[in-house]
């Protein structure tokens, strides 16, 4: 079993910023993808950004220029850097990621428990 740790999240002016973590433990023997989702209040969950094994990142066209998706692969864990943030990215934030938990076993999708980010004045 993998648990993910979800921190970071909260209330934030708009302009502002706030960065967050998701940290994986447990049984993992790699991780593949890791991603950031989130869900606005009455809205479907959407992709925030994703970023490959190798550090490759691909970004939501809402957020492209003012987000950042990092991970440390040492410490089993993604970012997400939030700068210049807007009141429609208020939502609950989900982290995500496909983990590997033994050599040759399959690609397992874990999700977050989410953490709340309201951008407000």
């Known amino acids: 079993q993998v648990q993910l740790a979800e921190s970071g999240g909260g209330l934030v002016q708009p302009g502002g910023s706030l960065r967050l973590s998701c940290a994986a433990s447990?049984?993992?023997?790699?991780?593949?993808?890791m991603a950031w989702f989130r869900q606005a209040p009455g809205k479907q969950r959407e992709l925030v950004a994703t970023?490959?094994?190798?550090?490759?990142?691909t970004y939501a066209d809402s957020v492209k220029g003012r987000f950042t998706i990092s991970r440390d692969n040492a410490k089993n864990t993604v970012y997400l850097q939030m700068n210049s943030q807007k009141p429609e990215d208020t939502a609950v934030y989900y982290c995500?990621?496909?983990?590997?938990?033994?050599?040759?076993?399959?690609?397992?999708?874990?999700w977050g428990l989410g953490t709340q980010v309201t951008v407000s004045s």
């Open positions: 447990g049984s993992i023997f790699s991780i593949n993808t």
């Open positions: 970023i490959t094994s190798g550090g490759s990142p």
């Open positions: 995500y990621v496909e983990v590997r938990e033994f050599r040759y076993s399959s690609w397992v999708k874990y």
